[in-house]
Structure formats: C-alpha cells, structure tokens
C-alpha cells in the first residue's frame, strides 16, 4: 500500500474512474470499486450487507450538529483531545494506545488483531471536504485508489455528511476482501487548520455485525478544533 502522503495526494484531485451506483437519485445498491465486470465476489455479498441496504443505509444524510454533542462521553468511551494538532475523537475504554506509522494518534484493542482507530493528517490548500468534488465520486476514489491493497476487493456502503459549528464531515462504511479475511471499516474525513484530517476505525470483517454501531460512534465523534494562531 502506497504511503499516506501519497496517496492523500490522489484524493486531492478530480476522481478518474466512473462510480457504479451514484447515490443521488439511485436505488439503494452496493457500490463495488472495481472498474471489470460483475464477478462471483459480487454475490458473496452478506445478509448484513443486504439488510442494511434494504433499509435505505446507502444514502446522502446531512446531520447539523453542535460541539456539545461532541463533548459528550457516552459509558464505556473514552476522549482523545489533541489540542496541538487540532482534533478530538472518542474511542471504547478498554483499548489501549498503540505507535501506527504515518498516525498522529490510534487506539487499538487489548485482544482482538485489526481492532483499532487511528488518525493521520496532511497539509493542503483546500479549506472544505465538498472542495473535493462530489461526495459520492471522493469517496469512490479514495476507497478505490487509497485503501485497497491491489490484492483487495473493496465495497462502499453508507456514506453520510455532517455538518459541527459549520465545518463538514464525510462518514462512509467499507469493506476490503482478500482471500481469506476481510476488514470492514467507517473511516472520516473532514479539512480545517489547513489538513486534510482522516480517522478511521476498523475490525474484522466476521465481527463487524456485533461491534458495526459500537464504532460507528468513534467514527461519528471525530471533530477538528482551530489550532491558535
């Protein structure tokens, strides 16, 4: 896998790659980030997938926020304040911080391999997420060209924007399938103090139906601070 720099970089430009189902106007579908034809990894698609589709998960959503909710710490979290670097994000209380390279910061847990959340940052000129083009589109990119080893199969699943003290975040679900295992994931990103800000939260892909909004809550918690001039 390329470094985060570089491959930060391709996020920063206009998507090459067309996107299988757009979400706006669409039906309800898995977005597979594969440019070749339907294959038989298209129908191992799991119950959990299908149910969450089937309800409507694959959708734009725009959620106004204020920083109080952010300041909240539900039972079983913990806050991580990086007053430094400009972020906040919460994590379960019973993981333990670990070194992950290229990371400002992460988490992992205790027991459990690919259980973990970590941040990273990069200097950019843009100033929003939406100046990265369409949400749908970015995404489709990122997951495609930037979290996918070339021996992984990557899906996109719910993607969503939320709006804190008028800064924007884009909040997605992905898998990534290589043989033999599979890493689901929501990761976040949002552009403030001159980054580009990327947290994301992961697990084995045969335990994400238990823990799936146990992290989407670290996911939906990351905020950027403005740094002091």
């Known amino acids: ?11 920063l430009v206009a998507p090459n790659c067309t996107v299988t189902a757009r979400l706006n106007g669409a039906p309800p579908s898995v977005v597979n980030a594969s440019s070749g034809e339907a294959s038989s990894d298209d129908k191992k698609v ?9 309800a409507g998960a694959l959708s734009t959503v725009l959620l106004n926020r204020s920083s109080a909710y952010a300041e909240e710490v539900p039972k079983n979290y913990r806050s ?12 379960p209380s019973d993981w333990r911080d670990f070194e992950f390279l290229g990371h400002d910061s992460a988490f992992k847990d205790r027991n459990v391999q690919l259980q973990s959340v970590r941040v990273a940052f990069i200097p950019t000129t843009k100033t929003d997420v939406r100046d990265l083009g369409p949400m749908d ?7 495609n060209n930037v979290y996918a080893a070339p ?8 993607m969503q924007e939320r709006t804190v003290d008028g800064r924007n975040y884009w909040t997605f679900e992905y898998d990534l399938e290589a043989p033999g ?26 335990r994400w139906s238990r823990l799936r909004n146990k992290l989407k809550v670290v996911a939906d ?9």
Request: avoid cysteine; aromatic fraction near 14%.
């Open 80 to 91: 991580y304040v990086d007053a430094n670097d400009g972020y906040s994000y919460l994590y």
């Open 137 to 143: 589109e970015a995404i489709f990119n990122l997951v």
């Open 46 to 54: 799991t119950k959990r997938r299908l149910a969450l589709l089937g």
């Open 151 to 158: 021996n992984q199969i990557p899906a996109i699943y719910d």
């Open 221 to 229: 918690s990351f905020k950027i601070s403005d740094l002091n001039a």
């Open 1 to 11: 896998m390329a470094s985060l720099q570089s491959l930060i970089s391709k996020q």
């Open 181 to 206: 295992y599979g890493v689901s994931a929501f990761a976040t990103v949002a552009i403030g103090n001159g980054r580009y800000y990327t947290l994301i939260v992961t697990a084995n892909e045969r």
